[in-house]
């Protein structure tokens, strides 16, 4: 099924472990960004990618670290979780530029305690 | 960076009737998406918008990007149309996706 595919859906994790979010896509897309949701704060861009190679910080990407090695996958790493982190991950694509074709994954749930 | 507003932040509709919801943004854009967020969490894209008019079904939407301001229209809302919209803007020459808040919407039988 073409889309976004992110793992895991849901995750516990204790302060100070390491972990990374897996999001695959397989429609070509060039755009590939990470974005967590907060109660009351819509969506805030960490991390996002124009094509494989190339990377770039968003609003909020302290303590998170991205590569883009293929065109079809963009892991996101916590190096250290705080309780901060907790939050719902939503990995998307689109078309390049102007974001023609933006598709979200269905979110991974993420507890830091 | 750009500042996008969403109103209202809820909305409650009887089921059958009609409403608008608004996104005002601070800057000049390249384009504008309307999303629809269900209440499972799953984010839907509804509209990529730049300028002008479009529908889908009892959906539509126009953006008049020289007043900087877009509307999302629903009419004879369902239950199933619940959820949150979020409004989100690509600035000028930025590959950034920016999102409001959210209208809260709650289509009550």
């Known amino acids: 099924n073409a889309g976004v595919t992110q793992t895991p859906k849901f995750q516990v994790l204790k302060t100070g472990q390491s972990m990374t979010l897996q999001c695959a896509q397989d429609?070509?897309?060039?755009?590939m960004s990470w974005y967590r949701q907060d109660p009351g704060m819509g969506l805030r861009l960490i991390h996002y990618?124009?094509?494989?190679?190339?990377?770039d910080q968003g609003e909020v990407p302290n303590g998170y670290n991205v590569s883009r090695s293929t065109t079809e996958d963009f892991p996101l790493r916590l190096l250290s979780a705080a309780p901060s982190q907790t939050s719902v991950y939503f990995c998307?694509?689109?078309?390049?530029?102007?974001?023609?074709?933006?598709?979200f994954g269905s979110g991974t749930r993420l507890t830091v305690v | 960076g750009i500042q996008v507003e969403q109103s209202p932040p809820d909305l409650i509709l009887q089921e059958g009737a009609n409403s608008t919801l608004r996104c005002n943004f601070s800057?000049?854009?390249?384009?504008l998406q309307w999303f629809h967020q269900n209440p499972w969490g799953q984010l839907i894209n509804l509209f990529y918008?730049?300028?002008g008019t479009k529908q889908n079904g009892r959906l539509s939407a126009t953006t008049v990007a020289t007043e900087r301001y877009s509307l999302l229209y629903i009419s004879s809302s369902q239950t199933t149309d619940s959820g949150v919209y979020f409004c989100?803007?690509?600035?000028?020459?930025?590959?950034?996706?920016?999102f409001g808040k959210g209208t809260k919407l709650s289509v009550i039988p």
């Open positions: 429609m070509n897309h060039e755009y």
């Open positions: 918008i730049p300028s």
């Open positions: 989100a803007v690509h600035g000028a020459g930025s590959y950034q996706l920016t």
């Open positions: 800057d000049s854009v390249n384009n």
């Open positions: 990618s124009v094509g494989a190679g190339i990377t």
């Open positions: 998307a694509s689109s078309y390049a530029g102007q974001g023609y074709g933006y598709t």
